[in-house]
């Protein structure tokens, strides 16, 4: 692995981290759609595979395009090692199945995206692994929470779709003080706005999916930490078999060369529609980390570089003002997906959340009239009439 350039800045290390080139002197990084490699004799395997040697064997363990975007994130991230996944869920599931066993437990907070809400609540305890959640706005009761089998906190920050905010200095030196591994998904902030390890967490998960990709093409994750926290990990992504298709991996690490930019513009965006809208008769509220009006706005502006791409607006009318909200759209796109270059738009509380009750959504922070809007890279004025035009009509 190459970095010419021994700079710290953000943008050259995501855009001059490169794999070595071919013997053909490609500017570009080329795609290594392979599934194995070559090996030079029977001792060259055998050295391989018992770890005398380094080099490729399989691409379910290591590929080349892979290995760049790893590369490029642990640098941005600041972690010394990382394992690149299918999905971000497969990232999520990869770093907890990888660190826990049968009878720990595990302590997050309660608001989570749907899927990983899932994994803690549903899917995990079917092999002994349990999972209590703690309130984000309430960190003084947090650590009577902690048990003996307490061995990993789990938190997003900002959450999806609340946009509320974990204080990952609080938090990391609460789990070094009780001995827990601290587990930041990140999909929301990027690294370019945030980077979970400064503040003393142990694992860094995405979604690459999301803000990484930028563009709605692709799925795909990635787990990064210390070699330490990340070996028990790789062994089981390698085992298991949720690896990343090379094709991702080279499109992400392209991707990363153009985040800084891009999330630039996802936050002027998110940022001058969150005050242009603050204030309108058909609202109740409009949050986003950076607006005045976010309680956490403090906590945002210490953690994170800009408060990003994503912002919500909590419609007067409810569940219907939401629905009708949704169709009146004519530019945004409707939705699951966010971090996308086009601005999408989801109804929380009559799709992604419709299976909780109005008392479950309340506490992870959505309204029946939640609308949570993912701020793209159209020119700000086309998308603030848009949104007008559309509460106009609700
Ligand atoms: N984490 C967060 C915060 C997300 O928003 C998502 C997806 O929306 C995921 C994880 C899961 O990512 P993926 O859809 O790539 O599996």
Known sequence: MKNPYPSDHFETQAVRTQVERTGFGEHSAPIYLTSSYLFDSAEHARALFANEQEGMIYSRYDNPSND?????????????????????????????????????????GRSLFGSSFQVLSTILPRFGITTSFFDLGRPETWEAQITTATKLVYVETPTNPGLDLVDLEFLSSLCNKRGLILAVDNCFATPYLQNPAAWGADLVIHSATKFIDGQGRGLGGVILGSEERITPIRFFCRQTGPALSPFHGWMFSKSLETLAVRMDRHCDNAEFLAQRLEGHPALKGVKHPFLASHPQQALAKKQMKRGGGLLTLDLKGGLEAGKKFLDALELCSLTANLGDTRTTATHPASTTHSKLTDAERAAVGIGPGTVRLSAGLEHREDLLADLLQALERV
């Open 68 to 108: 760049e975007f790893i590369d490029k994130m642990k640098r941005l991230e600041g972690t010394a090692d990382g394992v690149a996944t299918a999905s971000g869920m497969a990232a999520v599931f990869g770093a907890l199945a990888g660190t826990l066993s049968a009878g720990d437990h595990i302590l997050a």
